[in-house]
């Protein structure tokens, strides 16, 4: 735990109870061990949406789409929302989710690696969520914030990796460290990283 899990517990006792599609994700992802942001970190990143009136939206790294349906909820009718995932099954699995929730007509699925997907999808964003595996990220932060207009958001999940950060061992770790390093070197984005569940770090682009 990051925070102190009697913290931890309090800021979940304050949230909202979940729809009947999130709930059942939340207990298939507890189940089956599937990592999605669980809903106090989904709740932050609605709330940035609709701070900033994001309209287009991409996610590197979508799982069983949980994190994609609080986005595409927050964006609103008319938004576009791409999903990615290597994973056909989840990807299967999430688009059955999208249906039951009502906004699988914002949101475009793309199967197989996620910066290829974006990379093949034309035009600036305005909000870019990263959870992709975590030796993937130093690629995603040389590739993300140029597809960001000026002002969108970049959000990466798990940066403070269950405390591994203080004593990197594997591929993984060390992506994460990496990543947290230059994130904050970069002069085009303003940065600040929240302690929430496994660390947030959330990044403007200025310019």
Do not use: C
Request: proline share 5%; aromatic share 10%.
């Amino acid at each position: 735990m990051i925070l102190n899990p009697g913290i931890e517990a309090y800021i979940h006792s304050l949230l909202p109870p979940r729809d009947e599609v999130l709930a059942e994700m939340e207990a298939y992802a507890a189940e089956h061990k599937v990592p999605i942001i669980g809903p106090a970190v989904a709740t932050m990143l609605a709330a940035l949406v609709r701070l900033t009136g994001a309209r287009r939206i991409f996610e590197l790294g979508s799982a069983i789409g949980y994190s994609t349906i609080w986005l595409a909820r927050a964006a609103g009718e008319g938004a576009e929302v791409h999903y990615s995932d290597g994973s056909p099954e989840n990807a299967a699995r999430a688009f059955a989710y999208f249906r039951r929730a009502g906004v699988d007509g914002r949101i475009t699925i793309h199967t197989g690696d996620a910066l290829t997907a974006l990379a093949a999808t034309k035009g600036e964003f305005d909000f870019i969520f990263n959870d992709v595996d975590k030796h993937g990220y130093p690629a995603v932060l040389e590739a993300a914030p140029a597809r960001l207009r000026v002002g969108g958001l970049f959000l990466t999940d798990n940066t403070l990796w269950h405390g591994k950060v203080l004593d990197p061992q594997n591929d993984d770790d060390r992506g994460v460290v990496d990543f947290n390093r230059n994130i904050f070197l970069r002069k085009d984005l303003d940065t600040w990283m929240s302690p929430l569940r496994d660390g947030v770090a959330v990044a403007r682009k200025r310019y």
